[in-house]
């Protein structure tokens, strides 16, 4: 008995990993089922978490308003725009188009790292890089690349959203050790909860009880649970086993994708996102073990 309850407390960390991939694969299901404008969505995505918090912060009596607050609001307005492009594509292409054009954020990271940061990129991280990117052109190769497709303007929605994903990550690692992770994901929604307040008012139609149910737990278990998940096993697993495990998501996307929606994934869509996977995979590997800590985890 204590055998198994000692197994069953040390898996906990990798089933917080998958649970959480899961509820991150969830939001192509919330979008294509909330059927509201991508303004509304947004806006419970990103209001529900900043509201939680918020009234957490009061509770505990904390003010995450100190230090470098204005760089971490600049941050938080990029994430708003992010979001609206993010949830721009799940409206526009397939939850697995999506999900694999999302996965390019840790190349991206590693670019502006060079740029921004001034960090130097070695041989590997350049081969990885170019990987990636010919993941991106296997993934795209049977679509047509025209503002017309609305395939090429979801992914290409989505790779805008990586790139400032990865600009906002920059920020934030930059600010790593001013504020603790539950006051980085307030941050991050804070901005967007406001700007996209008064759509939820004037837009139409206006959300029904149902859609305001599946609102409010979009911001509950994407905002705040896949989150709190994600913390609690990054600080209970090596950064491989995290990595590896954190991919889940696009196998999630796949199948429910495939499932709930019957959508088509094509030969090249796997061969681009196993690339893709592989590619950001190995760098954040490679990170880990040259810096002995974990660069490109999300936040």
């Known amino acids: 008995m204590k055998i198994n309850l000692s197994v069953s407390i040390k898996s906990l960390p990798y089933m917080a990993v998958i649970t959480g991939a899961s509820l991150g694969a969830l939001t192509g299901v919330f979008v294509k089922t909330i059927n509201l404008p991508i303004t509304s969505i ?3 995505r990103m209001f529900i978490p900043s509201l939680v918090l918020f009234l957490f912060f009061v509770l505990k009596r904390s003010n995450p308003f100190r230090g470098n607050y204005k760089t971490m609001l600049a941050a938080s307005l990029l994430n708003a725009v992010r979001m609206f492009f993010f949830y721009l594509a799940f409206t526009l292409t397939s939850i697995g188009n999506a999900v694999i054009m999302l996965y390019t954020w840790p190349i991206l990271v590693t670019v502006l790292a060079f740029f921004v940061l001034g960090e130097k990129q070695n041989k590997t991280e350049i081969f990885l890089i170019i990987g990636s990117f010919a993941g991106i052109v296997l993934t795209y190769i049977d679509k047509e690349i025209s503002f017309k497709s609305r395939d090429f303007l979801g992914m290409a929605s989505m790779v805008l959203c990586s790139m400032i994903y990865a600009v906002t990550m920059v920020i934030f690692k930059k600010e790593t050790d001013n ?74 996307a796949f199948v429910l994708s495939t499932v709930l929606f019957h959508e088509k994934i094509s030969w090249n869509m796997y061969a681009g996102a196993a690339i893709i996977i592989s590619t950001g995979y190995m760098l954040q590997i490679f990170h880990y073990k040259e810096k ?4 490109l985890n999300k936040i």
């Open 292 to 295: 002995n800590h974990p660069r």
């Open 179 to 252: 504020y603790s992770k539950l006051e980085t994901v307030f941050f991050q929604n804070l901005i967007g909860g406001l700007v996209f307040l008064p759509f939820i008012i004037f837009n139409r139609p206006a959300p029904v009880s149902y859609q305001l149910g599946l609102g409010i737990l979009l911001g509950l278990l994407v905002g705040i649970g896949a989150f709190l998940l994600f913390f609690y096993a990054l600080n209970k697993l090596k950064i491989s086993h995290y990595s590896v495990l954190a991919y889940f998501e696009v196998i999630a």
């Open 42 to 44: 947004a806006f419970f």
